[in-house]
């Protein structure tokens, strides 16, 4: 009944695993939270998609705002498999991709209406023109963890059954797909793991502005929130970008550090301060953005926290 048909044998490519930070949780506390969770991301996946349709200049002005990189993207349930080719175009459009689902939210979360519960937001409700209903609603932050690497994937089309009816899929398979599910265990917060495999097909440039080191030859990782910042910018312009995921992330770990996946909030502040480092430092700004990022903690209230942040991860 169920016919297999390899479509790509032993292919060389990039392989990431998404996996929604904290998915389980939401999906228990409120189900209708956990799917506005997905909509989320098929909404920005779907903008990218018609960018590109509709705005061909920017393959040659902002192809990294793009997904054309992607050459398989399947969602299932909370996770995503993406593969590609193209690695270093990867890294910059995935990381694009990961900025841009926690920017749908952030700014709530920047000037949250409950500083006790930043994901707590009041909408209007119109019933009529004259009637209007308050609602309170949780929006979550669209986070991911994930892991990627580099080797054979095998591209397959496997039969499934959907609504009681035989419907062809997509699947993969391969000793880099079971090394980037591994791979996105290893560690806390949202962040992106790599091993060697994906350093080795990177130019020194992309490594030394975009991948920090957790163990040299084993362990990396993307420095996604670095995308942020633009390489045509002046340092004035730049860092200011800092605040749009710094003050957000921090006001979310103020109000659940006393959870136990408060701790993911706090590795992404830190992840995000890293990231500013490690790219300021490619431009020969490191001591200029070390002294705004000081200022922006202190400011915040974290002063205690300074050296660990500012640390290597």
């Known amino acids: 009944l169920f016919d297999i048909f390899i479509l790509n044998i032993k292919q060389m490519k990039l392989i990431c695993f998404l996996d929604i930070l904290g998915f389980g949780n939401v999906t228990i506390k409120n189900i209708n939270n956990a799917l506005e969770l997905i909509s989320d991301y098929q909404t920005i996946i779907n903008l990218k998609i018609t960018d590109e349709k509709t705005h061909p200049i920017l393959k040659t002005t902002n192809e990294d705002l793009l997904v054309d990189s992607f050459e398989t993207f399947l969602p299932f349930s909370d996770s995503i498999f993406i593969t590609s080719t193209i690695p270093e175009k990867f890294i910059k459009q995935v990381s694009h991709f990961l900025i841009h689902s926690f920017q749908l939210n952030a700014e709530q979360y920047t000037n949250p209406e409950s500083k006790e519960n930043p994901l707590s937001t009041n909408i209007n409700i119109f ?13 979550s932050p669209l986070l ?12 397959i089309n496997i039969n499934s059954i ?28 949202p962040r992106v793991f ?13 490594i030394e502005k975009y991948i920090g080191t957790i163990l040299k030859d084993e362990l990396y990782e993307i420095y996604w929130p670095s995308l942020i910042y633009i390489d045509d910018n002046s340092f004035e312009g730049n860092i200011k970008n800092f605040d749009t995921l710094f003050i957000p992330a921090t006001n979310l770990w103020k109000a659940f550090n006393h959870l136990d996946y408060g701790i993911h909030y706090y590795e992404f502040i830190k992840l995000i301060v890293q990231s500013t480092l490690k790219y300021f430092k490619f431009n020969g700004d490191e001591i200029y953005a070390s002294n705004y990022i000081t200022e922006k903690i202190k400011f915040v209230g974290l002063y205690e926290k300074t050296n660990d942040l500012m640390n290597n991860m």
């Not at 019933?127 to 209903?133: A, D, H, L, Q």
């Open 144 to 155: 991911f963890r994930g892991g990627v690497s580099y080797g054979e994937v095998e591209s």
């Open 194 to 206: 790599c091993n060697k495999s994906l350093i080795d097909n990177l130019s020194e440039e992309c």
């Open 127 to 139: 019933k009529s023109t004259s009637e209007i209903t308050t609602i309170n609603i949780e929006r």
């Open 162 to 189: 959907i609504n009681n009816e035989i419907s062809t899929i997509t699947n993969l398979t391969g000793k880099a797909l079971v090394e980037s599910v591994k791979l996105e265990k290893s560690g806390k917060g």
